[in-house]
């Protein structure tokens, strides 16, 4: 199985322009590891975001020359993979689907939400940071913030796991579970339950409510010490 291992930076204005672009092609099987890599700067005039990723627009423009067969060579990559993995695939494949529509010609797997890599550390929005996960699993960082830089972190970690085959295999079974929306079932005194749980009020339904994959509703609604309905 052939994984095309992305990531993209963007400019954060409103529409999430994309000014850089990274990708390896990543083998999983008895012999695990990566293939081959392609990373351009976008060319775009401004850049809201060069503080956090260091990206001048004035050297995006030096990318003109290459950027295009650079967008080629990604593009015969995703051909040959089987899946494309994203640490935040919802971001990245809005980004991917939106500038550059059949580029990627395979289905997303996320890394942090599809992938049990073991690690648990879940903040307020319902994730973690890939820096984080790394630092769980030994690996040192030494620069963040570009999108090769990402998607070279999110290879070691690859790397680094003791049964990739079963990862992988794992996560594509929950990826392809359809996703449910549930309720609690909670009492306005017991609503802390519900907030306990990572259920989020809707003020407009009046309701406390989750998302989650199919798959994982059993076990989910087990460990809970209230009811849930179905929307």
């Known amino acids: 199985m052939k994984l095309l291992i992305l990531d993209t930076e963007t400019t954060t204005d409103t529409e999430n322009t994309p000014c850089e672009i990274s990708a390896t092609l990543y083998q999983v099987g008895y012999y695990s590891g990566a293939i081959a890599s392609v990373s351009t ?8 975001a060069q503080a956090i990723n260091g990206i001048s627009p004035e050297l995006t423009q030096a990318a003109h020359p290459v950027y ?6 990604l593009r015969e ?8 993995v994203a640490f935040n695939a919802e ?30 550390r879940i903040n307020s929005h319902g994730g973690y940071k890939l ?4 630092l769980w699993l030994g690996i040192g960082i030494s620069t963040v913030h570009r999108a090769a830089d990402d998607v070279r972190l999110l290879v070691e970690c690859l790397n680094r796991h003791k049964n990739l085959p079963q990862l992988v295999e794992d996560a594509i079974a ?8 549930i309720k609690a079932l909670v009492s306005y005194e017991d609503r ?5 749980a990572k259920f989020v009020w809707d003020g407009e339904r009046k309701i406390w409510y989750k998302s989650m994959r199919e798959c994982l509703l059993d076990d989910f609604i087990h460990s809970l ?7």
């Open 41 to 48: 700067l976008i060319p775009v005039e401004a850049n809201n």
């Open 68 to 73: 295009q067969p650079s967008l080629e060579l």
């Open 77 to 84: 990559m995703s051909a040959i993979a089987d899946y494309a």
């Open 91 to 120: 971001f990245d494949s809005g980004v991917v689907n939106q500038f550059f529509p059949n580029l990627i010609s395979v289905p997303w797997l996320c890394a942090m939400r599809d992938f049990d890599w073991g690690y648990h």
């Open 131 to 134: 820096t984080d996960l790394a």
């Open 174 to 181: 929950l990826a392809e579970s359809p996703m449910v929306e």
């Open 192 to 196: 802390h339950k519900a907030s306990k």
């Open 225 to 231: 010490d209230f009811d849930v309905s179905i929307v």
